[in-house]
Structures are given as structure tokens and as C-alpha cells.
């Protein structure tokens, strides 16, 4: 789940209790520079129609629940089916490894080798950052806006 309720970076509010998401969402933000950013996001249950909205990305959020090590493997599958895919060969990619408050069978360590995150960034034609979150917490939260920002800028 995605989750910004920002007036300013000053003012995150508290944070919902998470779900996964089923459908679609669209959300505004305000960013620093009063630049208006709409996120849409799409579930994992949704990603056979996930190729319909490429043409119109200028960057993509990809959250994996690091938590659901039975998810890991199938989350890094779909992970490269976006960065194949032509209409999104130049955008930037924020790779979000979520729920990182709880108690996992995996280290982030180990569920980036199981990813061969490596191996992908070195391969892929976008910029991939990587980032830990809590959307529970809000933790790491600030990084997600902060790269926002960055991205929105140019």
C-alpha cells in the first residue's frame, strides 16, 4: 500500500493501519515545490492490467511485501516484467521493501540476493534506487517523498 498524506515534508500525519491493496487508488500529493504529483496504484492482484497505464508512468514505485517470503520470488518476476517492458525503458524506479518493522524469516540482506538485485540494476536501462519502509510506522517514509521529489524536479 501506498500511503502519503503530506502538506509538507514537516507534517506526514499518522499512519493508517496497511492492507494490500485490491484495485486501483489514485492519490495527490503536494511536493516541496508546491509540484503536484498523482500516484496510481495498482495491486499485485491487478497486474495483468498493469501494461495499460506504462505509457502514461514517468517513474514507478514497486513495493514488495518483504515480509511474505512465500511472495519474494513471484514479487522479483513481476519486478522484471516492469523493467521490460518498452513504454518504461526510461523512467525511474523506486524499489520499496516493505514491512521491514516486523519479524522476518529473511534479512533484507538475504532477500536482495534472492533477487539478485545486483544483477538487475547492473542490466537494467532505468535508475533503480532501493529503499526499507514501514508504511506501518512511516518509517523510511521521508526517503519515498524525498526521491519523489528528486524525480519530479527534472
Given at each position: 500500500m501506498l500511503w502519503f498524506n503530506v502538506h509538507g515534508f514537516d507534517d506526514l500525519g499518522t499512519?493508517?493501519?496497511?492492507?494490500?491493496?485490491?484495485?486501483?487508488?489514485l492519490i495527490d500529493i503536494s511536493l516541496k515545490r508546491r509540484k503536484k504529483?498523482?500516484?496510481?496504484?495498482l495491486g499485485g492482484c491487478m497486474s495483468p492490467i498493469w501494461p495499460s497505464y506504462y505509457r502514461d508512468a514517468s517513474s514507478v514505485?514497486?513495493?514488495?511485501?518483504?515480509?511474505?517470503?512465500?511472495?519474494?520470488?513471484?514479487?522479483?518476476i513481476q519486478l522484471l516484467s516492469v523493467l521490460s517492458a518498452e513504454p518504461l525503458q526510461g523512467v525511474s524506479v523506486l524499489l520499496i521493501f516493505n514491512k521491514r518493522d516486523i519479524d522476518c524469516l529473511m534479512s533484507l540482506l538475504e532477500i536482495k540476493s534472492l533477487f539478485r538485485l545486483d544483477d538487475i540494476i547492473a542490466s537494467a536501462t532505468q535508475t533503480i534506487t532501493t529503499l526499507e519502509l514501514s508504511a506501518s510506522s512511516g518509517q523510511g517514509l521521508q526517503e519515498v517523498l524525498n526521491w519523489l521529489e528528486s524525480v519530479t524536479v527534472k
Open positions: 499512519p493508517p493501519s496497511t492492507l494490500p491493496t485490491v484495485g486501483t487508488n504529483v498523482t500516484l496510481r496504484e514505485i514497486f513495493m514488495v511485501d518483504a515480509s511474505n517470503t512465500s511472495q519474494i520470488s513471484s514479487s522479483c
